[in-house]
């Protein structure tokens, strides 16, 4: 009743610590787990939302939330073996669209403990992408300040800023073990 309370007045960690503490108690209840983990991720407790997929899965329970939750914990700590098992294993439940894109980067950075040699003297435009120009321009625009957002976009923003670094490198990678080492270089 607690956890029903707290999930309807939007106190999700206290909704998330309930539907733990009824999970302890009932360990194979795959909507407790869901819930716990549902609960965990929107209260920001993302490290026990990960230490719940991991404890269902090994109780043998299994939803396709476990899995999108270990994919990309497992690409933030960049374990590519194990995200194309987990992607493999919940192919099924994931839009295409998900899983080309995840099988993609996984499979273009798999087995690399670092960039191909030739990328190791990428231009100054892909080392620029993250917080750049143009993000720093939504940002000014979000506060409402468009001077300088403008004055962001001017001084460059406009030109890679729109590229995401993992995406440039990713196509960087296709390109590279493609053979077409010219064309994945010229991106960098």
């Not at 939750?69 to 987990?86: A, P, S, T």
């Not at 506060?143 to 196509?171: E, V």
């Not at 990678?173 to 493609?178: G, K, R, T, V």
Request: no cysteine.
């Amino acid at each position: 009743m607690s956890a029903n309370t707290a999930k309807f007045s939007s106190d999700y960690s206290a909704a998330s610590s309930f539907y733990r503490s009824l999970w302890i108690k009932d360990p194979f209840n795959l909507d407790y787990a869901v819930d716990a983990l549902i609960f965990s991720v929107a209260s920001g407790q993302v490290k026990e939302a990960i230490a719940i997929a991991n404890r269902a899965l090994e109780n043998r329970l299994d939803s396709p939330l476990f899995g999108l939750v270990l994919i990309i914990d497992n690409f933030k700590e960049r374990k590519l073996g194990e995200v194309k098992v987990l992607l493999n294993r919940y192919k099924e439940d994931l839009p295409n669209v998900a899983f080309w894109i995840f099988s993609g980067w996984a499979n273009s950075e798999l087995g690399l403990s670092k960039p191909p040699p030739e990328f190791e003297k990428i231009g100054e435009g892909a080392k620029k992408i993250g917080l750049n120009r143009y993000n720093q321009a939504l940002y000014a625009a979000y506060n409402g300040d468009w001077n300088s957002a403008s004055s962001f976009l001017k001084d460059g923003g406009h030109l890679l800023a729109t590229l995401n670094r993992d995406i440039l490198f990713t196509q960087a990678n296709i390109l590279y073990y493609s053979g077409d080492k010219r064309e994945a270089l010229a991106l960098l």
